[in-house]
Every structure is written in C-alpha cells, then in structure tokens.
C-alpha cells in the first residue's frame, strides 16, 4: 500500500477515536477524553495533509469522511447500544460502495 494511503488510512482511524471520546468527554467536561479529542483531531488532520501530497483532494477527503462515517456509525451501535434499521445499515453499505468507487474510479494526481 502506498505511504500515502497508509497515512489516510491513520488519519481516519485517529479522527474516529477522537469523535467516540468527543461523546465520552461529556462536553469537554471531562480531562482526558477531551484531551483524547484534542489530539486525536490534530494528529489525524496533520496526516490528512501528508495525503493530500500525492492525492486529489476529493478522493481523500470522500474518503476520510466516508468510512470515519460508516465507523464512527457501526461504533455507536457497539459501544452506545445505538440503532441499526435496515434503511441505516442499506446506506452505510452504499457509503462504502462510493468510497470503493473512488478508489477504482479516483484517477491518477497530478502530483504523483
């Protein structure tokens, strides 16, 4: 796997762990989940920009926000016993769809 889609792909992973203690933090009310938030946030934006060197900001950015979606939504069902209707789990699955989509159909940057 490129460097490059390693880095999204630990951008992703840090930015969903940031948004589950975000719903841990209780409003920032609470040190370290928010600290988890804090950092979490800026650690997966920096490697977002490491990314964005080889790739096209659309792609990565329909990519970011898709599967940390589809994640941070298949999380919530685990971890806060959230629902998980047919019409929800339907368009989870069309999100990824997109994201595969993207990745096949994405086209080359044009800085690298």
Known sequence: MKPQWIALMFAIAFEVAATIALRFSAGFTRFLPSLVVVVGYGVAFYLMSQSLKQMQVGTVYAVWSGVGT???????????KESMPLGKAISLCLIIAGVVGL???GGKSPHG
């Open 70 to 80: 589809a994640l941070v939504a298949i999380l919530g069902v685990f971890l806060f």
């Open 103 to 105: 990745n096949v159909f």
